[in-house]
């Protein structure tokens, strides 16, 4: 008998996933290149950086590590590296999800560093969970102004005052937002991050604001049961709403234990990625090209993520006395 609760939801996320890939898609015809956000090509290992709501979506307790040096080749190239870790609280009807986020990212003279905490309120309706998050936490963000070098012109001028001669660093309060539907065969989520555009006072004449940012993810799981072969599509979109980025993927698993994919993200890079999964670890292994000018003097962004997976043993019951037939 077909089961009329999950096909019902299926196919309304279906409905909100296709709105939102629209929308993403009219917003503008440039790619998000300010970078506010750390970036990864291996977003599927971690969701939580974009969507607090997903934690603790499966049994399983997640520790990840993650290392991207972009465009090799270029002095002065973003560099990121996060440590995430997320858990389930309970389980049935009503469940909860816990997580943390430490994320770094270099990029010329700035320097970012975020750490956030994530909580998530989970819903099961038929084989659907419905997960609403939050997270919390500080952002911090400094520039080496000692290292600034403004050459002399007509037009230049080396004691610029808006430019800083020394190292300035802030942090404020920073939080996030986002909704997670996951399944079996599929999860889609929408998030918020950096919900109040954040400005950090650098010293008494500089600041910087952090814009808003809103972000959909989606995969769908296709493992045949006949099959050695298992195929996973997926898709990131991130806007705030004057650029945008989209990646789409498609992953082929042998035997659900080796992983090979490919990404393309329109009018910026190509690229492809590896995984091998060893019992709980997973190692993967991403490689991207522009396929714009920045094609030109770099070797391309390579990446790479360890996982660590644990199943979350439940508790023994406590109080509960017990004797053996022997003493009676």
């Given at each position: 008998?077909?089961?009329?609760?999950?096909?019902?939801?299926?196919?309304?996320?279906?409905?909100?996933?296709?709105?939102?890939?629209?929308?993403?898609?009219?917003?503008?015809?440039?790619?998000?290149?300010?970078?506010?956000?750390?970036?990864?090509?291996?977003?599927?290992?971690?969701?939580?950086?974009?969507?607090?709501?997903?934690?603790?979506?499966?049994?399983?307790?997640?520790?990840?590590?993650?290392?991207?040096?972009?465009?090799?080749?270029?002095?002065?190239?973003?560099?990121?590296?996060?440590?995430?870790?997320?858990?389930?609280?309970?389980?049935?009807?009503?469940?909860?999800?816990?997580?943390?986020?430490?994320?770094g990212q270099k990029?010329?003279?700035?320097?970012?560093?975020?750490?956030?905490?994530?909580?998530?309120?989970?819903?099961?309706?038929?084989?659907?969970?419905?997960?609403?998050?939050?997270?919390?936490?500080?952002?911090?963000?400094?520039?080496?102004?000692?290292?600034?070098?403004?050459?002399?012109?007509?037009?230049?001028?080396?004691?610029?005052?808006?430019?800083?001669?020394?190292?300035?660093?802030?942090?404020?309060?920073?939080?996030?937002?986002?909704?997670?539907?996951?399944?079996?065969?599929?999860?889609?989520?929408?998030?918020?991050?950096?919900?109040?555009?954040?400005?950090?006072?650098?010293?008494?004449n500089y600041y910087?604001?952090?814009?808003?940012?809103?972000?959909?993810?989606?995969?769908?799981?296709?493992?045949?049961?006949?099959?050695?072969?298992?195929?996973y599509p997926s898709?990131?979109?991130?806007?705030?709403?004057?650029?945008?980025?989209?990646?789409?993927?498609?992953?082929?698993?042998?035997?659900?234990?080796?992983?090979?994919?490919?990404?393309?993200?329109?009018?910026?890079?190509?690229?492809?990625?590896?995984?091998?999964?060893?019992?709980?670890?997973?190692?993967?292994?991403?490689?991207?090209?522009?396929?714009?000018?920045?094609?030109?003097?770099?070797?391309?962004?390579?990446?790479?993520?360890?996982?660590?997976?644990?199943?979350?043993?439940?508790?023994?019951?406590?109080?509960?006395?017990?004797?053996?037939?022997?003493?009676?």
């Amino acid at each position: 008998m077909k089961d009329i609760g999950v096909e019902y939801f299926y196919n309304t996320l279906k409905t909100c996933f296709l709105m939102c890939l629209v929308l993403l898609l009219s917003v503008g015809g440039k790619e998000l290149l300010a970078q506010n956000e750390a970036m990864s090509s291996a977003w599927q290992e971690t969701k939580n950086h974009y969507n607090a709501a997903s934690v603790g979506s499966d049994p399983l307790l997640h520790i990840t590590a993650l290392y991207r040096q972009q465009w090799i080749g270029i002095k002065g190239a973003p560099a990121n590296m996060m440590l995430l870790a997320d858990a389930p609280l309970g389980s049935g009807l009503l469940s909860h999800g816990i997580g943390i986020a430490f994320v770094g990212q270099k990029k010329g003279l700035f320097t970012h560093v975020d750490a956030k905490a994530q909580y998530a309120l989970q819903l099961a309706i038929f084989k659907v969970k419905l997960s609403v998050g939050v997270e919390l936490g500080l952002v911090n963000s400094a520039f080496d102004g000692t290292k600034v070098v403004i050459p002399e012109g007509d037009q230049l001028n080396p004691n610029d005052p808006a430019i800083p001669t020394k190292l300035v660093s802030g942090r404020t309060f920073d939080t996030g937002v986002g909704i997670f539907f996951s399944h079996p065969k599929f999860y889609v989520g929408f998030g918020a991050k950096h919900l109040f555009a954040p400005k950090l006072q650098l010293e008494t004449n500089y600041y910087l604001r952090i814009p808003r940012t809103y972000n959909a993810i989606a995969g769908y799981n296709f493992i045949p049961s006949q099959s050695l072969l298992s195929w996973y599509p997926s898709l990131l979109a991130v806007t705030d709403f004057k650029a945008y980025r989209i990646d789409i993927g498609l992953a082929v698993g042998i035997a659900q234990k080796y992983f090979a994919g490919v990404m393309y993200r329109p009018n910026n890079a190509v690229g492809f990625s590896l995984k091998a999964l060893w019992g709980r670890i997973k190692l993967c292994y991403a490689f991207e090209m522009p396929i714009s000018e920045l094609a030109r003097g770099n070797y391309g962004t390579h990446e790479l993520c360890i996982s660590y997976a644990m199943p979350i043993a439940p508790k023994k019951d406590k109080g509960l006395m017990k004797k053996s037939i022997r003493l009676l």
